[in-house]
């Protein structure tokens, strides 16, 4: 769609004047692209013209925003007063309308900082004047499309969160560190998985609890950022961070992630596989790196494929990661010596973190791993301060950069200098504009996550399904900005490659990325806007107890077949690796001697019924020359196999279909080819009809039919597979009656005509009735 026709359709009806002309200035442009020649005073008209739009939409965007925020201050106000409960909904609204203004107004600069780009591009393709450079300078003086939006969110999230409590106040503000910033030597283990979770630190005592956590990624477009923002904040609020060191308050700090592996990139690989029990080791902290005194050190343990991950951290200070990453003792030494006198910690709590640190370190030093990939990004929080119940976290501006130095026998690449950690020329100053494009890869989309802390049998809250549903969100399954980064950035070295890359296309950021569902059955999805609601949690708890079951019945199944069917003869290199492929062989726990074949049916219940009489036997056999005439029995059927310890099935993954324009050519084709067909035999009916004698007067009859019957299929099957199209279903497509049917009359038609051509003589139209 063309920009103009996009710009009429988005266009918010009460601010349509203030929008920009665009239009008018292509009207002014049409003397240019007819080849006539652009004058001086053309171009001072044009620019003149361009100046005023501008002016008039920065003047509007300032208004606006003066606007939005007196009303935030006038409705803070009223609900500082303490009105009566009554008046809460009506409260509640109005807050709701100025939210709904932020997200107008920043779709209203959007769309005309986008319009000022492309006109003022057409005006230098079509002119022998540039424009660019000037103008750019002049929509820097009117920074109407650099509105931050983020002192306008914490206002809306203190409005709604006072709302929310009937006019209390809470204070959603907190440090911007690491949780356990005060020490280095502190532990935390956490977990997503329905496990027993420990956690010690700070002075608590270990506490133990059942976690049942949901964990849901999703991909969002950067236009539909603030819109997500204001929904979220309806029901949660965002946690405010404070930047000590430039005195202010960020609602989305900085946060960097710094992986290891090695050079055979073991831990990608398996974590590409979900291999139960693969760990990653990472270093992750807010803000910037120099003498940041509050990086976690992560253990992340996959627990297993549906059940997320076990991490274990404890925070050190920049000076000595260094030291510890080439196996120096001198940070656990001294944080050891610290807890022991400084903190009061027990000597349960030494133990654990002196473990955890070796362990750590040793897996380092075992499996020679070094930093190879940092990933950067914003973190918006939204969350109740004390309620993990449901959490929220928008990652904006993603970005993947190489770490790796000298790590490849074919690269000797110098990316840290001696004695660092880290590249010292990427910090924090994004989009990195210093670094080669080799070296780092910035992510089209940001991503979403959402953490549900739930108890066993609750539904998800209604707000989160809507949100799910309202098309601003398309679910990344098992989405991982490691992986994602060693494929993208080492990708001439990797062995596998995730299943979700396919799907993103970074020259078309248009339009989100449809990544295959891992819901087992369309049929099981609600009806309600993109079907993406999630069963409740004791459906999933069911479901999981039930393949339990059924793998344990698998086992005791296997166990009792392989000893009830020893191997017979003596194994060589040439026995079948699936053994023996007899009555007895078993697939996933099913015993097909029990279970009897199509043949044995067939026979079986002949002889119980008594009809093997010969014309049944004559009905078979013309079936199975039927069949295998068409195709349908050509390929043998494959008889199921013992699968060897330890390799399961994998699961039947429902990718919805991506359609693309060439589907509809290609019906499109094969409808014209239909109708080409059926019009020439259309043709060749009338003629024979009305030139031909008495045979050829019947065969057109016959002709013509057949013509008929063509032309009417062809429509039907065009807009049968059309509306399969629009519906994006599986299928089927293909059809193999009709063709058939059509081919069997023209057939009939020829003989008929040859027929009656060779048997009828001297033929008149009376002599066949």
């Not at 053309?42 to 925020?69: G, M, R, S, W």
């Amino acid at each position: 769609m063309k920009f103009g026709s996009r710009l009429k359709d988005a266009i918010y009806p009460e601010w349509q004047e203030y929008y920009i002309d665009y239009d008018g200035l292509k009207k002014k442009l049409r003397k240019a692209e007819k080849d006539r020649p652009f004058t001086e005073k053309d171009e001072t008209e044009f620019v003149e013209v361009l100046d005023n739009n501008l002016e008039k939409i920065y003047a509007f965007h300032q208004q606006k925003l003066e606007e939005i925020k007196s009303r935030i201050d006038s409705w803070d106000q009223v609900i500082a007063s303490q009105p009566d409960p009554s008046e809460m909904g009506r409260v509640q609204e109005n807050i709701n309308v100025i939210a709904d203004d932020v997200n107008r107004l920043a779709r209203f600069s959007r769309l005309n900082y986008t319009g000022f780009l492309k006109i003022v591009k057409k005006h230098d393709r079509h002119t022998n004047y540039i424009l660019r450079p000037m103008f750019m300078v002049r929509l820097n003086q009117c920074p109407f499309w650099k509105q931050d939006d983020d002192a306008l969110l914490i206002k809306l999230s203190e409005l709604f969160s006072k709302a929310r409590q009937g006019g209390k106040e809470m204070s959603f503000k907190k440090p911007l560190a690491i949780k356990s910033q005060e020490t280095n030597g502190e532990v935390t283990s956490s977990t997503t998985a329905p496990q027993t979770t420990t956690t010690t630190g700070g002075g608590a005592s270990a506490t133990d609890r059942r976690r049942n956590t949901v964990v849901k990624r999703f991909f969002v477009h950067t236009d539909n950022i603030l819109e997500l923002k204001t929904f979220v904040l309806r029901h949660l609020p965002v946690l405010v961070y404070r930047d000590n060191s430039l005195k202010q308050d960020n609602i989305d700090p900085p946060i960097s992630s710094l992986y290891l592996d090695n050079a055979g990139l073991e831990t990608y690989n398996s974590r590409v596989e979900s291999a139960e029990g693969s760990q990653v080791i990472r270093l992750r902290w807010y803000g910037s790196a120099k003498n940041n005194t509050t990086i976690a050190v992560e253990r992340r343990t996959l627990a297993d494929e549906e059940h997320g991950e076990l991490t274990d951290r404890f925070v050190i200070k920049d000076k000595y990661v260094e030291g510890f990453l080439r196996g120096e003792q001198t940070f656990i030494d001294k944080s050891v010596t610290k807890m022991r006198n400084n903190m009061g910690k027990s000597e349960q709590d030494v133990a654990r973190f002196q473990q955890l640190a070796k362990d750590v370190q040793h897996m380092i030093m075992e499996n020679h791993m070094h930093p190879i990939l940092r990933t950067y990004y914003r973190r918006t929080a939204f969350q109740i301060p004390g309620d993990t119940r449901v959490r929220m976290a928008l990652d904006t501006d993603l970005c993947f950069i190489r770490e790796d130095s000298g790590l490849f026998t074919d690269d000797k690449t110098v990316r840290r200098a001696e004695g660092q950690w880290h590249r010292s020329d990427a910090d924090i100053e994004y989009p990195f504009p210093k670094l080669p494009t080799s070296e780092v890869n910035r992510y089209p989309y940001a991503t979403f996550e959402i953490k549900l802390d739930l108890p066993p049998g609750t539904s998800e809250p209604e707000w989160i399904v809507d949100l799910e549903e309202s098309g601003i969100l398309e679910e990344a399954h098992h989405f991982s900005k490691f992986v994602h980064g060693i494929a993208l950035m080492f990708d001439t070295r990797v062995a596998l490659l995730p299943y979700w890359l396919a799907q993103i296309d970074e020259d078309v950021v248009e339009q989100l990325p449809v990544l295959p569902s891992q819901t087992p059955s369309v049929s099981k999805k609600s009806h309600k806007g993109k079907d993406k609601a999630s069963p409740p949690l004791s459906l999933l708890a069911t479901e999981d107890q039930e393949q339990q079951d059924q793998q344990q019945a698998t086992l005791r199944y296997r166990s009792s077949m392989a000893t009830s069917s020893p191997p017979s003869g003596r194994v060589t290199e040439r026995t079948s690796l699936l053994g023996n492929r007899g009555s007895s062989t078993s697939y996933m726990g099913t015993n097909n001697s029990l279970l009897p074949t199509s043949s044995q049916d067939a026979s079986t219940s002949s002889d119980a019924l008594g009809h093997d009489d010969t014309t049944t036997q004559m009905a078979q056999k013309f079936t199975q020359i039927w069949n295998q005439w068409i195709g349908r029995d050509g390929e043998p059927i494959r008889e199921p196999v013992v699968l060897p310890p330890g390799v399961r099935v994998p699961k039947k993954v429902v990718t919805p279909l991506r359609v693309e324009p060439k589907v509809f050519f290609a019906n499109e084709r094969t409808y014209f080819s239909w109708m080409s067909l059926g019009t020439l035999l259309s043709t060749f009916s009338l003629a024979l009809f009305n030139a031909g004698d008495a045979v050829g007067k019947v065969s057109g009859v016959v002709y013509t039919l057949v013509a008929l019957s063509t032309l009417i299929y062809g429509m039907g099957l065009y807009y049968r597979r059309r509306e399969l199209i629009r519906a994006r279903s599986p299928g089927p497509y293909d059809e193999t009656t009709g063709p058939t049917v059509i081919c069997v009359a023209l057939m009939f038609a020829v003989g008929l005509n040859a027929y009656l051509k060779f048997t009828v003589h001297a033929p008149t139209l009376f002599y066949f009735f």
